[in-house]
């Protein structure tokens, strides 16, 4: 099958949270099931080039409201495979460094950089005169590649394609002035309450959900929890209406990159049946993080954005409390709200030796926190899927989790009678919960080093890679043609 991935990241060139891992590893799987898979994402500013980029002469035309504008697109094969991934450059839009947000926070053009981009992606298939059965678009900033398939598309070449939208977050959903629809050139009557508006407004990601031919998100759970008022985010009826047509497949991990014995990042690598080595790396975490090394201690480790959704500040609130103990220490490793930067920063300096934090983004320190942890902590509020918790516990690292989304899908509860679990949940999003859920972990670090240690391998042993789930979304593509081929040209869906 052809497939193609419109995507605004992807790892390892341009990433800001989960997102880009999923499309970095995803292609990689479909290849290996046999699919010619393509894929598509904005050239930012931060994307550094080197001899493997190939910048292509022909020039990408993309018509919008006020006549064509002029693209050109760089190939770079994804490393690991031979999947093309085509860069979109176009300076107006995508030469600034971040993807989403500046130092002085949200791009105020967001929706017309990434309605550009959704439209170039798709014109990217005229340029190459290669036509997919399949547009696999992600989150809000792609939440128009399926209106624009089955508007300005509908009757050429390009409209016969299926279109999936994954959802990675309903939380953010590219609500934007109506405005964008005249400067993509798309037809003024899909600003109605069944097409892409929203409370006055264009919502991107409504758009998507009504027009892709299927919809999926990444784990059961959350397939599930943003059908309801509180997980939907103001989309949950929409979902609802289309649940016939959603389906959650949980992300895998991409175990070239995360791999305890073959990280390069760590001093000693290590596996489930030997997992000694892997001290060294939590002797190293405590150099790089300021902490006194003692085996004795437990380190809590967090790798997150610094949102709400991640449910921080409840750490944040519960660490006086567990600093009163001489077992436990903390690393963090964090950009987000100022107030949560500064609030761990603050600690980092107050429990000298014992919190380290460091602001910023950083995949080797990052590498390290799974690694050289004892304990990872994810109290997210919600939590569409998750990786740092399929990471942590390749590593070896038990997840301290709140019991939301892909986290209820992954994680084990310990069972103190029989010993059993893969790591510890709580359900409260309080920081009296979490406090609890932490004292259970000590308990078990102190009580019964034997038992945790069979936790960690236990843990280790499971399959997350994206094998099955690759499997899964071959599975949803064809579901999508079989629909998409049944229907009529301009029929939604
Ligand atoms: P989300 O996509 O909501 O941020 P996930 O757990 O799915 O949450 O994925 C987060 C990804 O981003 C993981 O790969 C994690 O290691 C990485 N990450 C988050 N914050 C940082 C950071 N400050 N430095 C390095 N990597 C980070
Ligand atoms: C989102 C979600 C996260 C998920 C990631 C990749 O950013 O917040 O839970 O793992 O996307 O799908």
């Not at 429990?351 to 304990?375: M, N, V």
């Not at 390749?394 to 989790?401: E, F, L, S």
């Not at 391998?457 to 049944?486: H, I, K, L, P, T």
């Amino acid at each position: 099958m052809k497939i193609l991935i419109i995507t605004p990241e992807i790892a390892p060139f341009a990433k800001v949270g989960g997102l880009a891992d999923v499309t970095g590893a995803l292609p990689k799987a479909l290849e290996q099931l046999g699919h010619d898979v393509r894929l598509v994402c904005p050239l930012y500013g931060s994307i550094r080039r080197d001899e493997n980029w190939k910048p292509q002469n022909k020039p990408l035309t993309v018509p919008t409201g006020n006549g064509m504008r002029y693209a050109r697109v760089w190939e770079r094969i994804l490393p690991g495979s031979t999947v093309p991934a085509y860069f979109i450059e176009y300076d107006e839009f995508f030469a600034r460094q971040e993807i989403y947000e500046g130092p002085w926070g949200w791009h105020s053009d967001n929706d017309r950089r990434f309605g550009f981009f959704s439209r170039a992606a798709l014109e990217i298939c005229f340029w190459m005169d290669w036509m997919p059965d399949v547009v696999h678009a992600h989150d809000w900033p792609t939440g128009l590649v399926p209106v624009m398939l089955n508007t300005v598309y509908a009757g050429t070449k390009l409209g016969n394609a299926a279109s999936i939208i994954t959802i990675h977050n309903i939380q953010h959903q590219g609500y934007c002035d109506r405005s964008i629809i005249s400067f993509l050139g798309l037809p003024e009557w899909l600003f109605r309450a069944d097409h892409v508006e929203a409370m006055g407004a264009v919502s991107m990601m409504k758009g998507g959900i009504f027009h892709a031919t299927k919809v999926t998100t990444v784990s059961q759970t959350y397939a599930r929890e943003i059908q309801e008022p509180i997980g939907g985010h103001g989309l949950n009826s929409i979902l609802s209406f289309r649940s016939a047509d959603l389906i959650g497949v949980l992300n895998g991990i991409d175990t070239s990159v995360w791999n305890p014995q073959h990280d390069k990042t760590l001093p000693a690598p290590y596996s489930a049946v030997n997992l000694g080595p892997k001290e060294e790396s939590k002797k190293l975490l405590c150099e790089r993080f300021g902490l006194r090394y003692d085996p004795k201690k437990a380190i809590m480790g967090v790798v997150s954005r610094l949102y709400e959704q991640k449910g921080l500040d409840l750490l944040r609130h519960a660490v006086p409390r567990l600093m009163e103990r001489d077992d436990v220490q903390f690393v963090i490793l964090g950009t987000g709200e100022s107030e949560l930067e500064y609030a761990f920063s603050e600690f980092h300096g107050r429990y000298q030796g014992r919190f380290g934090t460091w602001i910023g983004f950083d995949d080797e320190r990052a590498h390290l926190i799974y690694a050289g942890a004892d304990f990872f902590l994810m109290p997210s509020r919600f939590e569409p899927c998750g990786l740092g918790q399929l990471y942590a516990m390749a590593y070896g690292t038990i997840p301290i989790v709140r019991a939301t989304g892909g986290l209820v899908d992954t994680v084990r509860q310990y069972r103190s009678e029989d010993g059993t679990g893969t790591g510890f949940l709580f359900d409260e999003p309080s920081s009296d919960a979490l406090y609890k859920c932490i004292l259970r972990a000590l308990e078990l670090w102190n009580g019964n080093p034997e038992r945790l240690h069979n936790m960690r391998s236990r843990a280790m042993r499971q399959d997350f890679s994206w094998d099955s789930s690759a499997n899964a979304y071959s599975n949803v593509y064809r579901w999508a043609v079989e629909a998409r081929n049944g229907q009529g040209e301009l029929g939604i869906g």
